[in-house]
Each structure stands twice: as structure tokens, then as C-alpha cells.
T-cell receptor, first 114, second 112 residues
Framework: KAGVTQTPRYLIKTRGQQVTLSCSPI?????VSWYQQTPGQGLQFLFE???????NKGNFPGRFSGRQFSNSRSEMNVSTLELGDSALYLC?????????????FGPGTRLTVT | GNSVTQMEGPVTLSEEAFLTINCTYT??????LFWYVQYPGEGLQLLLK?????DKGSNKGFEATYRKETTSFHLEKGSVQVSDSAVYFC???????????FGAGTILRVKS
């Protein structure tokens, strides 16, 4: 079974631009979560989607948004990029809503904002 | 709010040494507990999990026991290998859904 895939793997953007990252979950998984990883703040939860609905949201500004499609694929968007948005963005998928379900992570998208 | 505290690293061990990485948590109710590992340049891999008190998760020689009385989930391995060198993250997930709360991570370096 194929794992979680994320595209692109690397991205360089300029301050003020916007960016869209994509995540394809493991087949049959209906929940997709996004995390930001930085050296200073560690791993922080952005949001989670289940059956095309945002179920949970972390403490990030409104510039960070996401969506999920009917095939469970998900995208996240960051508008008006700031230097501090440079990070590894990780997507994770799981079977569903139960908190005991394992989450499986993709390789991440490395975003650099200059 | 929920939180996870891990021992600071880096932890440097010789091959075949015993490993312990401490993890304690603060949470309401009964969270599920996880250990993830991250190798350089890669995403996170689930190492093991436990979903209720006294559960022991184990995988690839690693194990951890969910201790509710001490709110701990320490990771142990009897004999580490150079290939175990990585960053290890302790995490919890509460009943509100699939939001994982991570510790800061512990760097493990194993030398031959």
C-alpha cells in the first residue's frame, strides 16, 4: 500500500507570495492532518480534515488555510508569506476520527521564504 | 492544555548500550500515547503506541509502557545500534480527535 505523498518536496518563495501544498493520504484513510515543524517551535498542529470538514484547528493565523477533497486528498494554503513561515510542513493521514488511530506521516514539504 | 515533556538531548551512546528516553505528559482524561522517530531529511515514522493505562507498546526492540500513575511513557531499548541514530518524539492524542501534541524531540546518537 502506498504511503502518504506530499508535493512538492521543496519550495522557495518570496515574502508576500502565496503557496499551496498538496497531500495524498494512504488509500482508505479519511482523516488528514497538517503540522508545521521548525527548529524553534518544534512540531505544531495546524488543522485536521475528516470527510471534507475541518474538525480541529491549531493556533495559527488565518493566512493558513486548508481543504479536503472528496477523494480525501488535502491541500493547505499559506497567503502573504512571511520569513517565519519557513518550515517543514508535514501531512499525516489516519483511518478516521478515533484518537487512538495511528497517524502516518508523509516526507514533508520544505518551504523556504526569502 | 495538553503537553508533553521529553528529556533533553542529545543522548550519545555506544553501540549495544541500553537506551532510556524519558517522556511525561499532562492531559485531561485518557489520551493515547505514541513514539515517533525521524531520520535525517525524512518525515515521522510511527514507532509504537499505547491507548490505555498499563498498555505496553513495542516495535523493533523498542518498548514503552503507559503509566497513568506517573503520567509517563518512557522509551527503552536493550541494545542500540548505529542505525537507531535519529530524533525521537513522544506525542499524545486526546479524545478531541486526531490532533497530536508533541514533545520537543530527543536526538539520539549511537557510535560504533
Amino acid at each position: 500500500k502506498a504511503g502518504v505523498t506530499q508535493t512538492p518536496r521543496y519550495l522557495i518563495k518570496t515574502r508576500g507570495q502565496q503557496v499551496t501544498l498538496s497531500c495524498s493520504p494512504i488509500s482508505g484513510h479519511r482523516s488528514v492532518s497538517w503540522y508545521q515543524q521548525t527548529p524553534g517551535q518544534g512540531l505544531q498542529f495546524l488543522f485536521e480534515y475528516f470527510s471534507e470538514t475541518q474538525r480541529n484547528k491549531g493556533n495559527f493565523p488565518g493566512r493558513f488555510s486548508g481543504r479536503q477533497f472528496s477523494n480525501s486528498r488535502s491541500e493547505m494554503n499559506v497567503s502573504t508569506l512571511e520569513l517565519g513561515d519557513s518550515a517543514l510542513y508535514l501531512c499525516a493521514s489516519s483511518l478516521g476520527a478515533r484518537h487512538s488511530y495511528e497517524q502516518y506521516f508523509g516526507p514533508g514539504t520544505r518551504l523556504t521564504v526569502t | 492544555g495538553n503537553s508533553v515533556t521529553q528529556m533533553e538531548g542529545p543522548v550519545t551512546l555506544s553501540e549495544e548500550a541500553f537506551l532510556t528516553i524519558n517522556c511525561t505528559y499532562t492531559a485531561t482524561g485518557y489520551p493515547s500515547l505514541f513514539w515517533y522517530v525521524q531520520y535525517p531529511g525524512e518525515g515521522l515514522q510511527l514507532l509504537l503506541k499505547a491507548t490505555k493505562a498499563d498498555d505496553k507498546g513495542s516495535n523493533k526492540g523498542f518498548e514503552a509502557t503507559y503509566r497513568k500513575e506517573t503520567t509517563s511513557f518512557h522509551l527503552e531499548k536493550g541494545s542500540v545500534q548505529v542505525s537507531d541514530s535519529a530524533v525521537y518524539f513522544c506525542a499524545l492524542s486526546d479524545k478531541q480527535g486526531n490532533k497530536l501534541v508533541f514533545g520537543a524531540g530527543t536526538i539520539l546518537r549511537v557510535k560504533s
